[in-house]
């Protein structure tokens, strides 16, 4: 990518998609009460790869529950 595609990029991430996100989880949040709610920082598709700790503490909180 170009810079100005980079930029523009960015630019679409913060004022379009993160707004949307958080939208949508506020949104799941009050339809949902009960639910647990896990944001994962810089998380993305393979998110239990890059933070696994965080992804596998999550993972034993929830079997503990059940």
């Not at 930029?7 to 998609?17: A, L």
């Not at 339809?31 to 790869?49: E, L, R, S, W």
Request: aromatic fraction near 12%; include cysteine.
């Amino acid at each position: 990518m170009t810079a100005g595609q980079q930029t523009r990029m960015v630019e679409y991430f913060e004022t379009i998609q993160q707004p949307w996100n958080m939208h949508c989880i506020e949104q799941f949040r009050c339809n949902v009460p009960h639910a647990k709610i896990v944001i994962i920082p810089n998380g993305h598709h393979y998110c239990f790869i890059k933070q696994e700790d965080l992804v596998f503490e999550e993972i034993l909180s929830f079997l503990r529950d059940c």
